[in-house]
Each structure stands twice: as C-alpha cells, then as structure tokens.
C-alpha cells in the first residue's frame, strides 16, 4: 500500500514541478505556481504525494482547501491526481484528513487524463463518486501540434481558412504580450461579456493574481487594429510540451475583423516554435456553447473526454450537500446568463456563442 505524505510548502516548491513532469499524465494544473495562484484568492494549496517501499513518488495529488465552521474543509483538486491511480483509495482518504486535521471534509478532483473505463471502475472501487454535478466539462479538444504547418492548416475547415485569410487581409498587429495589463485584460472579457449576455468569465483579482504566480508559465497573445486598440488575447499555460488555453477573449470589433483566427494561429506558431506538441482547448460544450465548439472544430482539433469530476466525503452526507449546493449554484447562474442573453437579444444587439468559462476558474460553492 502506497504512503500517502503532504509536502510542506518548502518541500514542495524545491522538488513538486520536477516530480510532476515525470508523469506521463501531469497536467499545468498541478504545477506549484497553481497553488500559489489558489493560495492568492484566498484559499489554502495541499500538496499530497504517494510514496512505494522504496521511497520514491508514485502519484501525487495537489488540492486547494477552504477551512470552514466546525472544523469542516472544502477541497477543489485541477488536474488530479496524476500517476498511478491504483493508491488513491482509503490510504489517501485517511492521509487528508490527517494532515489536514479536518473533521469533516468534501473532496472533488477533475483528473485530466484521458478517459478509460479500467480508471473508472477502479476510482468507484476505491471509494469515489463521479460528481453528479460537475462544476466543467469533462471533454476537451485538442490540437496535434508535432505535424508540420501545412498539414495543420489542410487539417482546418475550408471556412475557417477562409476566415484567416480575410483576418490577415484586415491590417491587424498581432504580437506577445509580454507584460499585460490586468485592466486591459479585463477590458476585452467585460466587452465579450456586455455583448453576448455572459457571467463574468475572470474577476480582476482573478486576472492580476493569473499574471503575477505565473507569470513564466503563461504565453499570452493580443490582436491590436490599425489604431492600436486591443481587440482579442489568447493566452495559454505551458508545462513541459503541452499547453492549456487560459485566456480566450475577443469584443466586437475583433469579431467583425475575425480576429481571434489570426490570434489563434499566431499562437498555434509560437507553441511550434518553442516544442508544444499537444494543445489543449480547454473545454467544449457544444449545447451551451455551440459557437465555441464549431471555432475549435473547425481549427482541426480533435475530441477528447478526460476522465472528469469525482468526489469523496466523510462523513458520506457531506457528498450529497456538496452536489446539492454546487447544482443549485449552477442552475443560478446558468438562469442569469438566459436572461442576459436575452436582454441583449431584445436590445437588438447582435450576439453569439463566447468562449466557455476556463475549467480553471472555479470557486467555492461555499464562498
């Protein structure tokens, strides 16, 4: 049976990110400067790893905690666990509420490996539940960025080629942003979201603490027009050769030029350049978000369905409060989104489908 230890916080910054990329399923998630990005909004970063009789590290598991009343936890785990799966069972159960000296805590992770039914049956097996109300999506798109420039862009829809070629037609200037302005930022999410009747997508906290802890993981672009004002950013978090979009906003100006084609293969250029082999979406929902499933379709990405959300608790009732709470919280938000779409629809202002809200962008459902 693997050991289950929690890394302290010097620990962890000497040696998690190094563990971490020697799985093959790691994920820019589970990286240090996650946690430390989750530690700026408030919440407490857990660092768990598994060790074998040997000593050395089989799985790892990196959670965000909020402590709450009478010694209850909430724990929000991205991207994890990573490694072998087989010792997330009750040695990791035990080992969380050990070192955490919680009484009673609600666990959720959202692995993002692949899918398999073998990992399925096994988490069911060892005490997990697939959350019957999941905070994302657990599918995704991602483009094969090891092929060469030219089959990358045959793989495209003849539309979406059509489409880059009149944004390249458009007098754009796209280049990295080195050092982002948050309000910028935020300036091109509030104009996406006062057009298409959207949630709020990033808080300002939310994006300065994103560009402050990883700040040497993140390779962000923007869409400028013939007069310098910003009309798209793209941006993505990179680990080892994969990269996560993260940042994904374009207002209306930048619609009307198709700008977030030129942005997107301006980056798909940079990720090449700099040894990306695999680019992750980050997110499809073709019910909700139709518009944003046909772009990343269109772009030659490929489906895939991650392993997802699933959860544990102790006491067990504390699992179904925790579901009860998050599907009442999404039902919520999901009503305020169909009424400003629908305010704006009545405005006579043209709207669609925006980029769906980041995986990464949750919060507490205790908050």
């Not at 959207?198 to 027009?225: A, F, G, M, N, P």
């Given at each position: 049976m693997a050991?289950?230890?929690?890394?302290?916080n010097e620990e962890a910054r000497r040696c998690w990110d190094q563990a971490l990329v020697r799985f093959t399923d790691y994920s820019p998630f589970q990286t240090y400067a996650?946690?430390?990005?989750?530690?700026g909004l408030g919440w407490e970063p857990c660092r768990w790893a598994a060790f074998n009789e040997e000593g050395e590290i089989i799985a790892m598991l990196q959670g965000a905690l909020r402590r709450h009343a009478f010694?209850?936890?909430?724990?929000?785990?991205?991207?994890?666990?990573?490694?072998?799966?087989?010792a997330c069972d009750a040695s990791l159960h035990k080992a969380i509420l050990r070192t955490t000296g919680l009484k009673r805590t609600y666990c959720r992770f959202r692995c993002d490996r692949e899918r398999h039914t073998e990992d399925a049956l096994r988490m069911t097996a060892q005490g997990w539940t697939m959350s019957w109300s999941p905070l994302t999506t657990n599918y995704s798109m991602t483009l094969d960025l090891t092929k060469d420039e030219?089959?990358?862009?045959?793989?495209c829809e003849r539309n979406w080629r059509r489409n880059l070629r009149r944004s390249n037609e458009?007098?754009?200037?796209?280049?990295?942003?080195?050092?982002?302005?948050?309000?910028?930022?935020?300036?091109v999410y509030t104009a996406m979201q006062n057009l298409k009747g959207?949630?709020?997508?990033?808080?300002?906290?939310?994006?300065?603490?994103?560009?402050?802890?990883?700040?040497?993981?993140?390779?962000?672009?923007?869409?400028?027009?013939d007069q310098g004002e910003l009309l798209s950013l793209l941006g993505c978090l990179v680990l080892g050769n994969r990269a996560c979009a993260l940042f994904w906003a374009t207002n209306e100006r930048g619609r009307e030029l198709h700008a977030s084609y030129a942005i997107f293969w301006a980056l798909v250029q940079h990720c090449k350049r700099i040894g990306i082999a695999s680019y992750d979406l980050a997110g499809i929902d073709p019910v909700a978000n139709p518009g944003v499933y046909r772009f990343k379709r269109a772009s030659g990405a490929v489906p895939v369905e991650f392993l997802g959300e699933w959860d544990w608790a102790s006491p067990s009732w504390l699992r179904w409060l925790g579901n009860w709470a998050i599907a009442k919280r999404n039902r919520i938000r999901q009503a305020e989104s169909a009424l400003n779409r629908s305010s704006k629809a009545t405005a006579?202002?043209?709207?669609?489908?925006?980029?769906?809200?980041?995986?990464?962008?949750?919060?507490?459902?205790?908050n």
């Open positions: 050991r289950w230890e929690m890394l302290s996650w946690g430390e990005y989750r530690r010694g209850i936890g909430l724990i929000w785990c991205e991207g994890g666990p990573v490694g072998d799966l087989s030219d089959r990358l862009l045959a793989g458009s007098k754009l200037t796209i280049r990295e942003w080195v050092d982002p302005d948050p309000d910028e930022v935020l300036s959207l949630e709020e997508q990033h808080s300002r906290e939310e994006i300065e603490e994103l560009l402050k802890t990883l700040k040497q993981q993140i390779v962000l672009y923007r869409c400028d027009d006579g202002e043209s709207h669609g489908e925006g980029p769906r809200r980041s995986k990464l962008v949750v919060e507490s459902l205790l």
